[in-house]
């Protein structure tokens, strides 16, 4: 079955093929940063408008670098939620008129249930359940009991900040461009991430769960002094490269430790790890080090870290062999929709 994907949530265009929910024909997208650079982070009326100029060309480069014909298209998978409402509905407009045109069934998708899917659909091993999913990406930190795809239970999340969004408040407390995550890891490398003894948050009534604006807030004072008004611009390197280091340390030894804690808690025989976050090699040689239950881990593969087409085609093809039928064309576009 190929299956065509569209995801426009947030400030990619992306679209791809995929065929039987793993073989990705294409994995193409249009990104967005360079024109929100300049205001700090998404601008959402900007991306609606962008996604209305390059969704239908990028659905064209998917088919062609597929080298395939619409009509040889027999499912398409679309994100509907979470995310910027005015985004989300030029994509899920594009699917439903193209499921109307084709006369082909469509089905929406949830974008963090697909961001879990795209280390599943990389894994080379057969998939182990009950499984723990860990979510890390702009706008969510979960973590989640996997029973089977399409069955989740929450177990964690964050109380205040997602981990990417504390990345990205970070980055810009340095001076540094949006997105900021990558910025940060690519700092960190020349800093000590001992050189401040920064903590990620203890929430004491659900020790599993998260907290990133107290140490954002560190970082802030750490920076600025203690009434933030210190001009961060004349900050040497190397301090901002120790503040990186150090960030990042506490950041992501608190998810490390909690992602192995609720493995070790809920019986989990894998982890499954998604979401723009994860394609940190920070992140991925910590959960390394750390993991002396010798669980197995699923980090995405290259391409499917950060929000693409082949997730959301490739999920959309084990929830059309669960449902059976197209969802109807009255389908919103949500902003925030649980995922369990
Ligand atoms: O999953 P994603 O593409 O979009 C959402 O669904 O939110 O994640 C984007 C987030 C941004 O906050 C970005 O700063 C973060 O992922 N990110 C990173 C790294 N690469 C991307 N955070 C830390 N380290 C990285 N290397
Ligand atoms: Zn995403």
Known sequence: MNVLGIETTCDETACSVVKDGKTILSNVLSSQIESHTRYGGVYPELASRLHVDRCVPMIDLALKEANLSKSDIDLIGVSYTP??????????????????????????IHHIEAHLYAAMMSSKDTLNFPALGVVLSGGHTLLLKIHNIGSYEIISQTVDDAIGEAFDKVARMLNLPYPGGPEIEKLAKIGDPNAYDFKAGFVKTKPLHFSFSGLKTNVL???????????????????KAD????FQRAAFSDVVKKAFKAASTFDCKAIYLGGGVTQSAALKSMFDKENHLKIPLNFPEQGLSLDNGAMIAGLAYHKFLSQKTSDPLDLKAKPRTAIC
């Open 83 to 108: 995310g910027l409402i005015g985004a989300i509905t030029i994509g899920l407009n594009s699917a439903k008129a193209l499921s109307t045109a084709l006369n082909i069934p469509y089905i929406g």
């Open 221 to 239: 004072y750490t920076i600025s002094g203690p009434n933030a008004k210190k001009s961060q611009d004349n900050l040497p390197l190397q301090q």
């Open 243 to 246: 503040i990186a280091a150090s």
